[in-house]
């Protein structure tokens, strides 16, 4: 199944082997302090495990996401909580919301403006927008790599997929306040990423993310594809006998006025 930037997920190789993105925001879950009882979103669920973790302190969670397979994931995983097939995009709630949550997900979403929209409608007038998303110049060595093997291969930067928003802080927050939100902190950090153990993580870390790159290629091109990746990169992320992502966040507290 596609999102909006034509990215194919595969939920259980996320739930296998990227587990790493949920556990390394498992402090986002103590930035939003969900309480009992509060009514919460988490918008870009995934396979749900960071909605169980707020289930856990007594809110009231609904998990959504674009994708089907995902939401499939999340419903096997945890069978007492509830999960939608919904677009940010489309989503609204019935009730105003205390919180809404999102991790790694809102740089998936290209149309920023439309997301926060559709965020600021459905929080009550002091509701909480906790996130962490890719920030600007997030795995710049990554797509640096991907954009030169393109082009290589006779894709010019302007017929190149766009699939990721990183914004900087700046752009961001401005976003954040048009869209009726008060900022009361923001962090924009590296965080320079293991992957699991193995010499084809950053080959599975770009069939798992980058795929919206690759579509026109075929499958034995893909493969060398990758290797001119790893090869451009390994200098620098290839580090300890481990493969490394080069991601930067952006994480925030908004306050809906
Ligand atoms: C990297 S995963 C993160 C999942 C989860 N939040 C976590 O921390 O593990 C990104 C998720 O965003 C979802 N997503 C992308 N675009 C979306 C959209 N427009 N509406 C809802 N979900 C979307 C994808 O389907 C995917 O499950």
Do not use: K
């Not at 940010?88 to 403006?113: I, K, Q």
């Not at 190149?160 to 902190?185: I, M």
Request: aromatic share 10%; hydrophobic share 45%.
């Amino acid at each position: 199944m596609t999102t909006d930037a034509g990215q194919q997920w595969d939920a259980a190789a996320y739930g296998q082997r990227f587990g790493f993105v949920a556990q390394l925001a498992e402090d986002l879950v103590g930035l939003l302090d969900p309480q009992p009882g509060e009514r919460i979103v988490d918008l870009g669920c995934g396979t749900g495990t960071l909605a169980a973790q707020i289930a856990s302190r007594g809110a009231d969670v609904l998990g959504i996401d674009a994708d089907p397979a995902m939401i499939d994931a999340a419903r096997a995983a945890y069978p007492t909580l509830r999960f939608e097939v919904v677009s940010a995009y489309d989503f609204t709630a019935d009730a105003p919301l205390d919180a809404v949550f999102s991790n790694a997900a809102l740089h998936w979403m290209t149309r920023p403006e439309d997301v926060l929209r559709r965020v600021a409608a459905a929080l009550r007038p002091g509701g909480r927008f906790v996130a962490e998303m890719g920030g600007g110049r997030n795995t710049e060595l990554v797509s640096a790599a991907i954009r030169d093997a393109l082009a290589r291969r006779g894709i010019p930067p302007e017929r190149q997929a766009r699939p990721w928003y990183f914004p900087t802080p700046a752009e961001y927050a401005t976003l954040l306040e048009r869209h009726g939100f008060e900022v009361r902190a923001l962090w924009h950090f590296e965080r320079f990423t293991p992957l699991a153990p193995g010499d084809h993580a950053l080959a599975d870390w770009l069939t798992m993310f980058a795929s919206p790159f690759t579509g026109d290629l075929t499958a034995e091109d893909r493969a060398a594809f990758h290797a001119e990746v790893e090869d451009a990169t390994r200098h620098a992320l290839y580090v300890d006998g481990r493969w490394h992502v080069d991601y930067r966040r952006l994480r925030f507290v908004a306050v809906r006025i």
